[in-house]
T-cell receptor
Framework: GENVEQHPSTLSVQEGDSAVIKCTYS??????FPWYKQELGKGPQLIID?????GEKKDQRIAVTLNKTAKHFSLHITETQPEDSAVYFC??????????FGAGTRLTVKP | DAGVIQSPRHEVTEMGQEVTLRCKPI?????LFWYRQTMMRGLELLIY????????DSGMPEDRFSAKMPNASFSTLKIQPSEPRDSAVYFC???????????FGEGSRLTVL
């Protein structure tokens, strides 16, 4: 089955700096790659996703890139703000089923 | 819509007791997933249903765990008997249509003493 690895496990940045989180996946058949943000005491929420027919997608301060050949994808957050502090999870799946998550990255944005 | 509703939000029980966690999916969503979250293992997929039918339960750790979806608006995850290592946050998530987005409930935090 799919195996997703995520790095780093913790990331601390100054407000205004950029943050990058990287993931690799094992199953070349996977075609859907979402990113979720989890705040304390809540369930994860989708913030952005990308499908295998696209190399990059951007939504305001958040962008995701996908390299199918290398089987890795990354989350980029620019101009970070304290409210971006949370745990971020990458995930991979085939046709929206059997979603497998990375181990998570705890992002801290220092004011 | 109120989103995915899970109950109880917190449960503390003693080893050997039966635990039942409940989930009400978003109306119209035809896929339902149960995940377990721990510090050591992250978010683990336990089982998922499509149109109330269990599709893959390979993530269910042991026979002590069972899940049902008797209809489109209700699912349960049962642990019998419970053990301290089952302590975790259990999430129910649902999806509908072709977007692939999972909508998570707020989780049920289980502590087995």
């Amino acid at each position: 089955g799919e195996n997703v690895e995520q790095h780093p496990s913790t990331l601390s940045v100054q407000e205004g700096d950029s943050a990058v989180i990287k993931c690799t996946y094992s199953d070349s058949a996977s075609n859907y790659f979402p990113w979720y943000k989890q705040e304390l005491g809540k369930g994860p929420q989708l913030i952005i996703d990308i499908r295998s027919n696209v190399g990059e997608k951007k939504d305001q301060r958040i962008a995701v890139t996908l390299n199918k050949t290398a089987k890795h994808f990354s989350l980029h957050i620019t101009e970070t703000q304290p409210e971006d502090s949370a745990v971020y999870f990458c995930a991979a799946s085939l046709n929206n089923n059997d979603m497998r998550f990375g181990a998570g990255t705890r992002l801290t944005v220092k004011p | 819509d109120a989103g995915v509703i899970q109950s109880p939000r917190h449960e503390v029980t003693e080893m050997g007791q039966e635990v039942t966690l409940r989930c009400k999916p978003i109306s119209g969503h035809n896929s339902l997933f149960w995940y377990r979250q721990t510090m050591m293992r992250g978010l683990e997929l336990l089982i998922y249903f499509n149109n109330n039918v269990p599709i893959d339960d390979s993530g269910m750790p042991e026979d002590r765990f069972s899940a049902k979806m008797p209809n489109a608006s209700f699912s349960t995850l049962k642990i019998q008997p419970s053990e301290p290592r089952d302590s975790a946050v259990y999430f129910c998530a649902t999806s509908g249509g072709n977007t692939g987005e999972l909508f998570f409930g707020e989780g049920s935090r289980l502590t087995v003493l």
